[in-house]
């Protein structure tokens, strides 16, 4: 049984930083890509930052480039995403996502996920 539990969210002045976590527990060696998403009252799920297991390739939405990082520790199954200059429009519920390979798809096209965490609130004012 697969489980992913984020934390790390709270509230922050424009300007600060986060970090998020993301740890995953059960069968995690078969994932072949981890993924962070947000999705902000009102608006639809955003990909944000995307890595291959090996941590070798990460990707990265325009809105965030520059300004967050992710990477994983393969040995404690977490994955983390560093975000810095963070605004008011970074305001979202951020969840991780892992899947064992991507069918064709993009690592932001949430669809490609068959697991996600509950979500951790991230605040910026």
């Known amino acids: 049984h697969v489980q992913l539990v984020e934390s790390g969210g709270g509230s922050v002045q424009a300007g600060g930083s986060l970090r998020l976590s993301c740890v995953a527990s059960g069968n995690t060696y078969n994932f072949g890509c981890m993924a962070w998403f947000r999705q902000a009252p009102g608006k639809e799920r955003e990909g944000l930052a995307g890595i291959i297991s090996t941590g070798r390739s990460t990707f990265y939405a325009n809105s965030v480039k520059g300004r967050f990082t992710t990477s994983k520790d393969n040995a404690e199954n977490t994955l983390y995403l560093q975000m810095n200059s963070l605004q008011p429009e970074d305001t979202a519920i951020y969840y991780c996502?892992?899947?064992?390979?991507?069918?064709?798809?993009?690592?932001?096209?949430?669809?490609?996920?068959?697991?996600w965490g509950p979500g951790t609130q991230v605040t910026v004012s």
């Open positions: 996502a892992a899947t064992i390979s991507l069918h064709g798809g993009e690592w932001s096209d949430g669809y490609e996920y068959n697991y």
